[in-house]
């Protein structure tokens, strides 16, 4: 791993942003990037982009219950907030991806996503101006793996900090209010939040069976990073909660029984005040959203 030279974590995020040694961020190919993330080109018929899916509005998710694809094909899952994965170790929500680079590619042929064969991705990008932005970029003709490349490298400059929270945890006694500390102790402590959600960002990266939606396989879904969290409603892998106080309420009663729940699920019996001041620390989590060099 290499230092993402050029891109400056916000407030509240590790200071080494870890890149690939064998794809390291240039400005030219994050700009090459953010221009493909955006490209509608890249699905069969030419009216999905991964930007429709993921809106800087919206942390970079959509706001819908489940992802949709050309042609209004509905997922079987919802679009993830993209944030701060420059930190990740898997990706998608049962983590078959294991770089950004692979992740990038896999929604192109995708069927229920933009449904275009790599090969005819590329082909199109050879005979459109992109195919000089990647020879200036790589030095080589468009190919597969260049496209996942670029787009890895944009995504990689999309980060959340210099939230309430973050500017708490530095100093400024002002900067949460007494509701959004008391949630910060229930986080850390009665509620048990923080067993799963961990660290600067929110998350473990590993995989886990809370009973939500459809137990489909092992039901194991990745826990998502909480950065940014009250802005991308609706909730978890299946967007079957509406709002941060139907998972508050779906995990106090102990998630749903299966064979296969994760034993650090269990009933908490929070009070009321208790689950207001727990969306209160969520919310807290909201700040300062960036994307490429600045």
């Given at each position: 791993m290499a230092l993402a030279a050029g891109v400056t974590a916000p407030l509240g995020l590790d200071s080494y942003l870890p890149v690939p040694e064998d794809n390291p961020i240039t400005r030219e190919k994050a700009a090459l990037g953010r221009a493909?993330?955006?490209?509608?080109?890249?699905?069969r018929d030419r009216t999905v982009a991964c930007a429709s899916c993921h809106e800087e509005e919206k942390a970079f998710s959509d706001g819908k219950p489940l992802a949709v694809g050309i042609e209004g094909r509905v997922g079987t899952r919802r679009s993830p907030a993209?944030?701060?994965?420059?930190?990740?170790?898997?990706?998608?929500?049962?983590?078959?991806?294991?770089?950004?680079?692979?992740?990038?590619?896999?929604?192109?042929?995708?069927?229920?996503?933009?449904?275009?064969?790599?090969?005819?991705?590329?082909?199109?990008?050879?005979?459109?101006?992109?195919?000089?932005?990647?020879?200036?970029?790589?030095?080589?003709?468009?190919?597969?793996?260049?496209?996942?490349?670029?787009?890895?490298t944009y995504v990689r400059t999309i980060l959340s900090g210099d939230s309430p929270y973050d500017r708490y945890m530095a100093g400024d006694q002002g900067a949460m209010t007494a509701e959004a500390r008391e949630g910060l102790r229930l986080f850390r402590g009665k509620a048990g939040c923080?067993?799963?959600?961990?660290?600067?960002n929110f998350t473990d990266e590993r995989r886990h069976n809370t009973g939500a939606g459809?137990?489909?396989?092992?039901?194991?879904?990745?826990?998502?990073?909480?950065?940014?969290?009250?802005?991308?409603?609706?909730?978890?892998?299946?967007?079957?909660?509406?709002?941060?106080?139907?998972?508050?309420?779906?995990?106090?009663?102990?998630?749903?029984?299966?064979?296969r729940l994760d034993p650090e699920i269990r009933e908490l019996k929070l009070t009321d005040g208790e689950k207001k001041a727990l969306a209160a620390f969520l919310e807290s989590l909201s700040g300062r959203l960036t994307e490429g060099f600045h």
């Open positions: 493909l993330f955006h490209e509608k080109m890249l699905s993209i944030v701060n994965r420059v930190f990740g170790k898997s990706f998608f929500w049962d983590g078959r991806a294991k770089s950004l680079e692979e992740q990038a590619l896999q929604p192109i042929p995708n069927p229920k996503e933009m449904d275009l064969p790599l090969a005819e991705a590329v082909e199109r990008l050879r005979r459109s101006a992109y195919a000089e932005d990647f020879r200036k970029v790589f030095a080589r003709e468009v190919n597969a793996e260049d496209l996942g490349r670029a787009v890895a923080v067993r799963c959600h961990v660290g600067f459809k137990i489909d396989t092992d039901g194991l879904f990745k826990t998502p990073t909480l950065r940014e969290v009250a802005r991308h409603a609706p909730y978890m892998h299946d967007g079957s909660m509406a709002s941060l106080r139907d998972v508050i309420e779906f995990y106090d009663k102990g998630g749903k029984a299966n064979p």
